[in-house]
Every structure is written in C-alpha cells, then in structure tokens.
C-alpha cells in the first residue's frame, strides 16, 4: 500500500510539473540565448535587443579591456556561448584568442556567424599604414573606442540586430521589433545630447589616451593634448611639465582620465592650471555596474553632463 501511494505521488508530480511546463510560454520553456561580450558597452546593447539572452562580460569599466586575464570562468562562459560579441580592431589582442582556443567552440571562431566584431561594421577613425618602431600601444586598424560615438553605436545595433537573428532564427522577428524600437529612442536621444551639448563645440580638453577620441568627435570638443607620453604609456613626471608648458596660457576646460585609469596625473595637471580652474574628470568609459552610468543612455547622460558642468563658467 504504501508504494503504491509512493507511486501515484510520483505520477501526480510529473503530471503538475508538465501541466506547469504547458502553460509557460514558449519562449519561457526554450533556453535563453547564451551570449558572451567582450566589454560592458556591447553586453548593454545584446540586452537591450536581446532582453531574454544570458550575457557574459568579460571585463568591467574598471578594467583596462587591453589587458585581460583569461580566467577559468571566461573560458566557461565562452565555451557555452553561441555568440560572442567583442570589439576588434586589435583591442582584444592579447587575451581574446587565448580565451577562443581554451574554450574549444567552434561556434565563435574567427569567420564563424557566432563571432561579431563592432570594428567591422563602422569605419574606424586614426588607421594606419603601418606603425614605427617604439611608438606605443598604437592599433593600426584604427582607434577602437568607437562605442562613444552615439551614430557609430547605432550602425553596429543595425548589425548586431540582424546577426542575433542568424544564430537564434527563432527570435529573428523579436529583435527586428525591438531593434527598430532601439534605433527609434536612441535617435530621439541623439538629437537632444547634440542640442544640450551645443556649448561645449570647440571647448579645449587635456586626456589620458585616445579612449574619448570618438566622444570628442561627436560633441566637437578639442583634445589639445595627451597625458601620456606615447600610447599606452603612462604618464612621466617630464611629460606631464611639457604638457603644463603647452596649455597653461589657454586651459582646457577639464583634465579627463578614465575610470580604469590612474587619476594621479590628471589631478596634478588640474591642480597646477590656474589653482584647480579645470577640474580633473574621472569619466565612465563603459558602462558601469550600478549607478548613472549603468545603461548606454546613461552612460552618454553622466559623460556629458560632467562636461558641461566643467564648461559653465565659475
């Protein structure tokens, strides 16, 4: 008696757990799209057209994305992933093929529909023909940073819209409405960035790197000089005193570093220039774990309004 309770309690739970299984949605039952990304800026927009995909970043905005380890975890992650989407342009060099041959998946080799490469869908600003000897962390392919430039974002959303339809067919009607809904707001919030950053056309800026080049671009702001002596180098104490030299009869509006970056030289310059009159900005290069910065549109919200706060006049 007592199996046969036992047995007519297991028959029972099965038929629940089918009966619950039939009432979900079809694309509550179908496993989630596993999809891994190089940097927080391309794992913000794989949600935003992908809302119900996993995604795996590899790195975070306090993480210089050049220099990566590639950890167990990731190599994990990679090895499930029928998507990777990363950078390119050489951003990833150092890590990136290490992580695609650790994994094994042949799904995001180099060439294969699962691999998608940001840098390929735009034209990258500072290419070059060749590169001399010892002339830093130079990528010849062009600047790779393109994510902050608001036009050039959307174009790889166009992309990457159409090849999350290639790898999850099933969806492919799914990100066509939410992309075309994306690209709709995005525009909408491009157009009111331009207008409120109007007055910071022309305005002067010292940096650290090439990481805002793009932003730069995009808001017509003037990077006059770079904290660091060559690509990738860091900044010298001899470096820093020239570029003092270079701008102290005209300051730039701010010193800017990113949030990976050591904030040391740009607050020395900052503090020499006209006792603290161009403050030092640790700006959010990426999108950030929490916080304003958390989304892409937030992220271009906080960059910009710290510039323009630096550019009102004291």
């Known amino acids: ?19 619950l299984a039939a009432a979900l949605p079809a694309a509550a039952r179908a ?20 809302p119900g995909a996993q995604v795996t970043a590899a790195t975070h905005a306090r993480q210089d994305p050049h220099y990566i380890e590639a950890r167990p975890a990731l190599i994990s992650a990679l090895r499930r992933a029928r998507l990777a989407v990363c950078t390119g342009a050489s ?23 699962g691999m ?18 010892n002339e830093g962390d130079v990528h010849p392919e062009g600047n790779p940073h393109l994510h ?66 793009y932003l730069w671009r995009w808001l017509g702001v003037r990077q006059v000089a770079d904290l660091e002596p ?8 001899a470096h820093l005193q020239a570029v003092l030299a270079q701008v102290l009869a005209q300051p730039p509006i701010a010193t800017v570093h990113a949030l990976y970056q050591d904030g040391r030289p740009s607050a020395w310059l900052a503090q020499q220039l006209c006792e603290g009159r161009a403050p030092a900005l640790a700006l959010p290069s990426t999108v950030t774990d929490d916080g304003p910065a958390s989304t892409l549109e937030g992220l271009f919200e906080q960059d910009i309004a710290a510039l323009l706060k630096a550019a009102a006049p004291r």
């Not at 094994?104 to 180099?110: E, I, Q, T």
């Open 91 to 113: 951003l990833e060099a150092g890590w990136l093929p290490m992580l695609q041959q650790r994994a094994g998946n042949a799904a995001v080799r180099d060439g294969q529909p």
């Open 31 to 50: 496993e989630a799209l596993q999809v891994f990304a190089c940097e927080p800026e391309w794992a913000a927009l794989v949600k935003a057209l992908a």
């Open 230 to 237: 060559k690509p990738g180098v860091p900044p010298t104490p």
């Open 148 to 213: 902050l430039d608001p036009d050039r974002l959307a174009q790889v959303a166009r992309a990457l819209s159409q090849r999350l339809a290639q790898v999850d067919p099933a969806g492919a009607a799914g990100y066509q409405e939410r992309h075309t809904a994306w690209q709709a707001e995005w525009a909408r919030r491009g157009a009111d960035w331009r207008q409120r950053a109007a007055p910071l056309k022309g305005q002067r800026v010292v940096a650290q790197h090439s990481t805002f080049a």
């Open 1 to 19: 008696m007592v199996r046969t309770l036992s047995r007519y309690s297991r028959l029972f739970a099965l038929a629940l757990a089918l009966a």
């Open 116 to 133: 998608f490469y940001a840098a390929r869908q735009v034209e990258l600003i500072d290419q070059r023909d060749r590169i001399g000897f």
